[in-house]
């Protein structure tokens, strides 16, 4: 005679836990990147960091201002809309008369097989880094 298993459950909760575990997942990733940043952004100045190299750091304002926004499908990494860190786009994408620094792709190049391992899964389409 067979058996007949059943199991019931609700999508909803099923979503909701899938969508909580990706939130922890994405400010675990928020805050390693918050630290790696900060991390690579703190050598003293001087002497002034060479183009392709991470920016010195000369008043540790930019190094402060690095913060994470986590959300369930994305964690935004970058500088903090409240600080006076105006100088941080031109460090990353350079201007006509200084070569780009660029801090945060180059942080996030680093750590990106570090990054699908946390979330559990393969980055696909890859990573943007937005500037305002």
Sequence with gaps: MPIKVTYKFSIKEVTNAVTGAMANRM????????????????????????????????TGDLRDAISYEAHADAVRIGVATAADCSYAKWLEIG????????FLRMSLDTEVQRIAKMIGAPIKGGVAVNLP
């Design 95 to 102: 201007t006509s008369k200084m070569a780009p620094r660029p």
């Design 27 to 58: 400010k675990a990733v928020g805050q390693h990147m918050e630290k790696q940043v900060k991390a690579n952004i703190s050598t003293a100045f001087p002497p002034a960091s060479e183009p392709g190299q991470y920016p010195h750091m000369r």
